[in-house]
């Protein structure tokens, strides 16, 4: 399995699939967000612009890692 499991694609009496933005580990609603990016034939759902260009940088760095545990916008 890949790094890509924390997408949640299933629909489960009206609640919307979720996915988790991969920069800063935010749930995203991938319907509500104009940011995605599809990196080895997966699709990638990002929060924000900073996020898109970050993840678009470097694109494994995010995916080999465990979403982060920090508040959106801050670095420890």
Same mark, same amino acid.
Do not use: W
């Given at each position: 399995?890949?790094?890509?499991?924390?997408?949640?694609?299933?629909?489960?009496? @009206? %609640?919307?699939?979720?996915?988790?933005?991969?920069? /800063?580990?935010?749930?995203?609603?991938?319907?509500?967000? *104009? #940011?995605?990016?599809?990196?080895? @034939? %997966?699709?990638?759902?990002?929060?924000?612009?900073? /996020?898109?260009?970050?993840?678009?940088?470097?694109?494994? *760095? #995010?995916?080999?890692?465990?979403?982060?545990?920090?508040?959106?916008?801050?670095?420890?």
């Amino acid at each position: 399995m890949n790094d890509h499991s924390q997408t949640d694609r299933t629909r489960v009496r @009206g %609640v919307e699939p979720s996915s988790i933005d991969p920069v /800063c580990g935010i749930t995203i609603t991938p319907e509500r967000t *104009a #940011f995605s990016h599809e990196h080895e @034939g %997966v699709t990638c759902y990002l929060c924000s612009l900073p /996020c898109l260009h970050q993840f678009r940088a470097a694109p494994q *760095a #995010f995916l080999k890692q465990a979403p982060p545990q920090i508040a959106h916008g801050k670095k420890s």
